[in-house]
């Protein structure tokens, strides 16, 4: 169940969850071996039960709910983010849809700053995780699933990797609550 009753103090959302997902919440939310992990944090006021005050509600963790987090918490906003499933990350991760499709032109415009930063984020990734030619290494755009269809093909487990990375500090910092396997269920208007 989660409620959404809008005040003055924010907004306040209650979550069910089970023992498994209140574990995770509470220790770490471990991705693979091997990859980086995410510390969800439980930011419960004191004496309110499954309640997160937040100036923010995401609902859904895929490509756009993660840029909307970054978006919001690099300005201060406090933000929740649910997510159905144990990934976050959408088409790019979990339904291994990680050849992207982008315009032509996605290298040099037509992007946001931290659509960007993702796409560098990934490549870093492989350069520092991967075996690697000298010619790859040095090539800044390379495809390193050298898919045709798009200018950037990835393994998700990467792609997961890299969101979790850059979600980290918001996390860290108390801005972002990820909520993995929770589905709002219910909304309620307050005074």
Known sequence: MADFPAGSE???YAFSCN???FLKLCGFLAVGSGFPMLIARACKPEGVGNEVTADMFIAGGGLGGCAAALAATRRGFRVVMAEPTDWIGGQATQQGV???DDHPWIESFGRTRSY???RTRIRDYYRKHYPLTP???ACRYFNPGDCLVSKLCFEPKVA???LQEMLAPAV???LLVLLP???PTKRRCGS
């Open 10 to 12: 924010g907004m306040v």
């Open 19 to 21: 023992r498994r997902d």
């Open 98 to 100: 990680s050849a992207l």
């Open 116 to 118: 960007a930063e993702f």
């Open 135 to 137: 010619e790859t290494m």
């Open 160 to 162: 997961l990797a890299v």
């Open 172 to 174: 860290r910092d108390g």
């Open 181 to 183: 396997n929770t589905t």
